[in-house]
């Protein structure tokens, strides 16, 4: 049976993944920016996340990860339909 860390690994090698760095460990994640228009349409928000396989790291509200070069910290963890997988909202630093 094809688990969710399987097509993570098939969509890291088709290189549809960014490495995410939590410590000293680097996990393939998806990673969105997407622009989304608040105050009534006089800005932007962007609110950064990561989906990523539940079994490959654990993170919390508060943790600290790296994309790019780029530090983020985790404000909110959500388990994903079984709870197989997880999206981390972050806040850039």
């Known amino acids: ?3 969710v ?18 410590g000293t460990l680097i996990v393939e994640c998806g990673f969105r920016a997407p622009d989304e228009t608040v105050l009534d349409g006089l800005a932007l928000s962007r ?5 990523y ?4 790291i654990t993170l919390a509200a508060g943790d600290t990860v790296e994309i790019a070069g780029q530090p983020y910290r985790v404000r909110e963890v959500i388990a994903l339909r079984d709870g197989s997988e997880c999206r981390a909202r972050l806040a850039r630093l």
């Open 1 to 3: 049976m094809v688990g």
């Open 5 to 22: 860390a399987d097509l993570y690994d098939a969509a890291a090698r088709a290189g549809l993944l960014t490495p995410v760095k939590v």
């Open 47 to 51: 609110d950064y996340e990561i989906e």
């Open 53 to 56: 396989p539940a079994a490959r």
